[in-house]
């Protein structure tokens, strides 16, 4: 059977609707158990149609993680701060780290380590590339009020990185004192951010 031909605004909303299906189901399922046929089920559309836009579920997990990403930073920072009219303080910056491992508003809660694992090695996506990391970084800090004039931004994206690895993990984890790790992971964070 020949393969179906998208016009392009077609092609951008089903990719929308497909990664939209992605995150309820990531919730629920986690990515084991969260399959093409859910994924498509849930958009409305015919399971062949997925592999129009990604050679595998992974590929896919990969664009769902930058796509939800890119997503909820407007959410967490607000318009205000993203126009420029307001800088966000040091209490702003607690509360967008510990909303980036909310398992209510984050996606990388719901990934294990063992995802992360099955991503890197079926795309290359998150292949560390420091200046990309350190790009994202930066713009982030942009936002923010009170920034250490020795701030190193490198060593912020890892941090970053640390703390959602320490998120996936939760279930290797004490515990007992989970949330008191992702607390100093935090003020770590927040002491190489601010003066």
């Known amino acids: 059977m020949p393969k179906r031909t998208f016009a392009e605004g077609?092609?951008?909303?089903?990719?929308?609707?497909?990664?939209e299906a992605g995150f309820p189901l990531l919730k629920q399922y986690g990515m084991t158990h969260t399959t093409v046929a859910k994924i498509t089920n849930v958009a409305g559309?015919?399971?062949?149609?997925f592999y129009h836009f990604?050679?595998?579920?992974?590929?896919?997990?990969?664009?769902?993680i930058i796509y939800h990403r890119q997503k909820m930073i407007p959410v967490l920072?607000?318009?205000?701060?993203?126009?420029?009219?307001?800088?966000?303080?040091?209490?702003?910056?607690?509360i967008y780290l510990h909303n980036v491992v909310n398992e209510d508003i984050s996606i990388y809660p719901h990934l294990t380590l063992e995802d992360e694992a099955r991503i890197f090695k079926?795309?290359?996506?998150?292949?560390?590339?420091?200046?990309?990391?350190?790009?994202?970084?930066?713009?982030?800090?942009?936002?923010?009020?009170n920034v250490r004039e020795d701030v190193n931004i490198p060593l912020i994206a890892?941090?970053?990185k640390i703390l959602v690895l320490t998120s996936e993990s939760k279930e290797e984890l004490h515990k007992e004192v989970y949330r008191e790790t992702i607390d100093t992971l935090?003020?770590?964070?927040?002491?190489?951010i601010f003066e």
Request: charge should be negative; charged fraction near 35%; avoid cysteine.
């Open 10 to 19: 077609e092609k951008d909303q089903l990719r929308i609707t497909m990664l």
């Open 122 to 145: 079926n795309t290359d996506e998150f292949l560390p590339d420091i200046e990309k990391e350190s790009a994202i970084t930066r713009g982030l800090i942009g936002y923010l009020d």
């Open 186 to 192: 935090i003020e770590a964070i927040l002491d190489l």
């Open 45 to 49: 559309i015919a399971k062949g149609t």
């Open 158 to 160: 890892n941090m970053s």
């Open 77 to 94: 920072i607000g318009d205000d701060v993203i126009s420029g009219r307001r800088k966000l303080t040091e209490d702003d910056a607690r």
């Open 54 to 64: 990604w050679k595998n579920k992974e590929e896919y997990m990969a664009e769902l």
